[in-house]
């Protein structure tokens, strides 16, 4: 009778050693994997899946550098394209490897794809050469290397010996990075101050500038004023004295027309010496005062055009009684 005990208390032993060790963890794992799931569901997806402060990066294409960027805060999202958001942003973009524009602005993005970016809030775009354009925001094609803004844009140009830089607006907004080129195509206004008080306005569809020189370009609709002229044509060429910061001339081109309070002139092109204030027409140029023509190979307006000389003048005169 006590063997039978024994026995009986040995296999109860063994049974629950084996509930124990063996049925229980099992029981306890299929437990935790079914329940994994559920806890994955519960992620919120417009979490950063990773955040860190003060963000450097720098992209290259070919070898050399594209952009350098640096961000306050950069806050990445996997998902199916992964993506960065930053604060305080400021990015470098390079041109054979110098820096050719300078982009800040308040909230960005990086798409880890492609590599384009976007600046958005009191966005800045510096060139090289000292023009800043402002706008309310800039997308960035990594592929192309193109800066472009669709939006209201405000253009402050660099100082020159003339006095203050030039200030425009306008709308849609290209920049060339490997060009280094800047152009503004619709609704372009600009003015200028000299220093001897004197006001300069300009409008066109479309102005261009460079990174590199100071060469500027209006085209489609000129139109400029400047003191009692008037001067119309399809584009004007602003005109640098070699490396200076001094305007040499401004050429309006193909077919212009100037006027004032008594007398039209036209011509194939105009030269408009704005600091000596002389204006040279060439190319079929004609002034016509009242009933009477001039003409010749080449007219010169004096003075902002209060004398006029001409160069193998050829005149029609109306008779007076």
Do not use: C
């Amino acid at each position: 009778m006590k063997n039978l005990k024994n026995i009986i208390f040995i296999v109860l032993l063994i049974f629950l050693f084996v509930e124990v060790l063996i049925i229980f963890p099992n029981k306890l794992e299929q437990q935790e994997t079914q329940e994994a799931p559920a806890a994955v569901t519960q992620n919120d997806p417009s979490q950063p899946d990773q955040k860190a402060q003060g963000i450097h990066l720098v992209e290259t294409q070919q070898g050399s550098r594209d952009w350098e960027l640096f961000s306050q805060v950069a806050e990445g999202y996997q998902g199916k394209s992964a993506v960065w958001e930053l604060q305080n942003v400021k990015v470098l973009f390079y041109n054979k490897e110098k820096v050719s524009f300078t982009v800040t602005g308040d909230l960005g993005s990086i798409d880890g794809k492609s590599k384009d970016l976007r600046i958005k809030g009191n966005v800045v775009t510096r060139s090289e050469n000292g023009y800043i354009f402002k706008t309310p925001s800039i997308f960035y094609n990594a592929k192309k290397r193109q800066i472009v803004s669709p939006e209201k844009v405000t253009m402050q140009g660099p100082k020159d010996e003339m006095g203050d830089g030039f200030v425009l607006e306008g709308k849609n907004m290209l920049v060339q990075v490997d060009d280094s080129r800047m152009t503004v195509s619709q609704a372009v206004r600009g003015s200028k101050k000299f220093k001897d008080g004197k006001d300069f306005f300009i409008t066109s569809d479309k102005a261009e500038f460079s990174g590199k020189s100071r060469q500027a370009k209006f085209s489609g609709n000129v139109e400029m004023k400047y003191a009692n002229l008037r001067l119309q044509g399809p584009a004007a060429v602003f005109q640098y004295k070699g490396v200076t910061d001094l305007i040499s001339y401004i050429q309006m081109q193909g077919g212009v027309r100037v006027s004032d309070a008594d007398k039209v002139a036209t011509s194939d092109t105009v030269d408009l010496d704005l600091f000596k204030n002389i204006f040279t027409f060439r190319g079929k140029p004609k002034v016509v005062q009242g009933q009477d023509e001039l003409s010749g190979e080449e007219i010169i307006f004096l003075d902002g055009g209060k004398k006029v000389k001409v160069e193998r003048v050829r005149a029609r005169m109306e008779k007076r009684d």
